[in-house]
């Protein structure tokens, strides 16, 4: 206990007088009395709590403006390091600082990896039965961070437990829940500004990882933060390698997909059915699986993200319900078995893979059924959001049917202007081939015009080929001008232009597959629009799986691995909490033998040398490499 308890002022000892030794054992409320208001530095806490050497992007630009006291909003992509923005701050300013956040098991995640840097921290949720002691440390000035859901920060009881403990900071996480142009709004968000307010000399900082414009000004003004107060990190996620490819047998595409990806990864699946036949599927190939959707008993949906999280090698099959409640740095992949509903949302979900900063895959496989089935739930909608839905749609058909970079469509439309070529999503490292598809589009069109628009593709090829099927003779459409009118050739690329008109709204589908014109339909028969299509390269010889390629394989850092393997197992904390496999590979590379030698390793904080140090010097030195 005396470890963590006096971390704060080992920190600040040098600065207050102290001998850094004298704390050990001091009691808490002589350590609480101890603090002054005066500051420690944030460069310090980095080196001796966080064990790195600099901040990353706009971490140092943050945690500066906060040091000042000054309201703040943080918008910065999941992998940027945004919980060390309010982390740090928290062990350099005096007091505790107050985390609103808006999911449990997040909290309890977050909690769970403060910890592993020596942070005092806890949740008061109503998941927790030790919220009287938690209020006991609170008041008693023990704890650096005190993580909250909105609903009970929000309350009055909560403001008045407040009253009584000096404050570092307000950190509003999820800040877009705040917003109702937000995706995730959370009503309770919106009461948090009296709270705030209450507290004038508190500095509050919000943060999220997506939030376009609009949302942007919405959270600077609910939470009451100057306009000059907004950070935003680039949105790039330099290590993620994005491919999409339309949906083609997607239970083989699966397969050879996840053989290839040797980690933890996650399969988002459309609906329960389909995540629990996934599921299966993989199962079946002797891979860890496990399943996650609303229809699932509660503690069977706890237990399953818990096994995922504390693995290396699983792969957990869900519907969108599972992912922003977990903190899971070391997810390899991320693959969709259907089209997420927004670039936004997109973007998010891969946004899980490769927090660590360590290569990772998005992997987006979709079909026109999705955008089919987009196109009529925006039917049903209210006049008013049907065009910000078809444009939302729209941005998304884009993405997937664009022969340009991924990375660079994807930047362009949060509003960036990224370099032309990424060198890591599909389209760049094999670049598809393009044929201009417009005349097969065209007489594609013409046959729906010609057959009152309520027959499926599948027959709308047979009419174009100029097949006699009964289906065509009954109906007579033998007798119609469009009746064979397209080659060879031209009928292979039938259901490519389909699926490509569909994801343009040139084309509508009906809940049966019967196909009518949709906005984009007219310039394209009228020669105003040409229709070029992609031609997904043709699957070369298997290539070696990536982790391969980036990283020979080392046995030092397995044996490292290993070693962390039996502490997470023996500690009940997931892996990563101990070390990063990025930390690992470094010591590896720079085989430390020594205490001090180990402190030169990135991510080798003060607590974790005290905590783990001893055990890996062990492997490092009894290796013969
Ligand atoms: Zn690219």
Redesign the pocket.
Known sequence: MGRRTTNKLLLTGGKIGLAPAAPIGVTDALAHANRTAMAADPLDILHATFGFSDFRGVQQAVVDRVMAGRGTLAVMPTGAGKSLCYQLPALARHGTAVVVSPLIALMHDQVRSAEGFGIKAATLTSADDDRAETMRRFRAGELDLLYVAPERASGESFRSLLRFTPLALFAIDEAHCVSEWGHDFRPDYRLLRPLLDAFPDVPRLALTATADAHTRADILQQLGIPDDGLIVAGFDRPNIRYTISPRDGLAAQLKTFIADQPGAGIVYAPTRDATDKIAAQIASSGRPVRAYHAGLDAGVRARNQRDFVASEDMVMVATIAFGMGIDKPDVRFVAHAAMPKSVEAYYQETGRAGRDGEPAVAQLFWGAEDFARAQRRITELDEARQKGERARLSALSHLVETAE????VLLRYFGEQPAA?????D??LSPPATVDATEVARKLLSAAFRTEMRFGVGHLADVLAGRETDKVIGSGHNRLSVFGIADEEELKLIRPVARALIARDALRADEYGGLSFGPAARPILKGEESVGLILPPKRERRRRSRDAEEHPHDPLFEALRAKRREIAVERGVPPYVIFHDSTLREMAGLHPTTMAGLAQVTGVGQAKRDAYGEAFLGVLRNWQG
């Open positions: 970079c991924r990375r660079a070529r990424c060198g890591n999503c389209n760049c």
